[in-house]
Every structure is written in C-alpha cells, then in structure tokens.
C-alpha cells in the first residue's frame, strides 16, 4: 500500500518561511516518475504549485517562482517544498503527489498540511 505523509504545514506570518515534507512508503523511489506539491485555498480549484522529474528537473507556477523550491531525496524517499516569503495568497491545503512509472498521471496522493500566511 502505497503512502505519501505530508509534515511541516502551519502558521507563519507574511515574509516567513516553511519547509513541508513528504514521504513515501509502500513504492520505491525509482518506481515513482515525477513528484509535484499542488494547494488548494477555499472556493478555488487546486492548483499545481511544483513539480521535480527522477531527474531533477523542476517547474514552478509563476505566483511561486523565485520563492519555492522543490527538492527530491531518492535516498530519504522525501519530496521537499521549501517556501520562502510566504505571502498571505499562499494560504492553503498543500498536498504531494506522486506519479509512479506504471502511470501517465499523478496517482498517489497526501492527506494535506494546512498552511497559513498571516499579514
């Protein structure tokens, strides 16, 4: 049973900074293509925010570029999102997802962290 645990969600004021975690359990990390960070606030569809391929490339939304950063452990089995001057608009449920190689989208998904920018 594949499991994607998401950690490091909360409050920060605006200009500050988090880190969220994800670890798989349940699949290899060469079985897994790419990883992505999506969010969704109320009222709004979920967004994708980043995505890292097995090879380290990396793509961002425009609202986030130049102040997240996604990361990849292969050896952890660890997707990180590091974000860095959090504005209040960041506030969301973030989730992680994984596509697997057996896949042609994402497949396996978190649970949520909340986060929230206050101003």
């Known amino acids: 049973q594949v499991q994607l645990v998401e950690s490091g969600g909360g409050l920060v004021h605006a200009g500050g900074s988090l880190t969220l975690s994800c670890a798989a359990s349940?699949?290899?990390?060469?079985?897994?293509?790419?990883n992505a960070w999506f969010r969704q606030s109320p009222g709004k569809q979920r967004e994708l925010v980043a995505q890292?391929?097995?090879?380290?490339?990396?793509s961002y939304a425009d609202s986030v570029k130049g102040r997240f950063t996604i990361s990849r452990d292969n050896a952890k089995n660890t997707v990180y999102l590091q974000m860095n001057s959090l504005k209040p608009e960041d506030t969301a449920v973030y989730y992680c997802?994984?596509?697997?190689?057996?896949?042609?989208?994402?497949?396996?998904w978190g649970q949520g962290t909340q986060v929230t920018v206050s101003s």
């Open positions: 997802a994984a596509q697997p190689t057996t896949a042609s989208a994402y497949k396996y």
């Open positions: 890292i391929t097995n090879d380290g490339r990396t």
């Open positions: 349940g699949i290899a990390s060469n079985s897994i293509n790419n």
